[in-house]
């Protein structure tokens, strides 16, 4: 069993920048490819971001490309999302997720299989 735990989000300004972490237990945390995904009200999940096991490969939804950066670092079994010149509409819960698989999203469509593993999520609101 994996069991993922996201870092304390937070209110941001327009225009700010906060960084996400998210920590692995349970598995052997170089084995997984990892991801973030969002969700406001009234709207369904929404892929961010992911990165490969081994190959270390990054996928971010068109959105946030440019702004933000997925990264990980095995030996710690941690993930990370630097999120830079947020926007009000990148206000969501925020949730880490788990595979073996890479799964990513693009205006295409969404590519891998989903996720089996998810943090409980964590609240990022970009306001003035």
């Known amino acids: 069993q994996v069991q993922l735990v996201e870092s304390r989000g937070g209110l941001v300004q327009p225009g700010g920048s906060l960084k996400l972490s998210c920590a692995q237990s349970?598995?052997?945390?170089?084995?997984?490819?990892l991801g973030w995904f969002r969700r406001t009200p009234g709207k369904e999940r929404e892929f961010v971001a992911s990165?490969?096991?081994?190959?270390?490969?990054?996928y971010y939804a068109d959105s946030v490309k440019g702004r933000f950066t997925i990264s990980r670092d095995n030996a710690k079994s941690m993930l990370y999302l630097q999120m830079n010149s947020l926007q009000p509409e990148d206000t969501a819960v925020y949730y880490c997720?788990?595979?073996?698989?890479?799964?990513?999203?693009?205006?295409?469509?969404?590519?891998?299989?989903?996720?089996?593993?998810w943090g409980q999520g964590t609240q990022v609101t970009v306001s003035s």
């Open positions: 349970g598995r052997t945390f170089s084995h997984y490819a």
């Open positions: 990165i490969a096991s081994g190959s270390g490969n990054t």
């Open positions: 997720a788990a595979g073996m698989d890479p799964y990513y999203c693009t205006s295409n469509g969404c590519y891998g299989a989903p996720f089996d593993y």
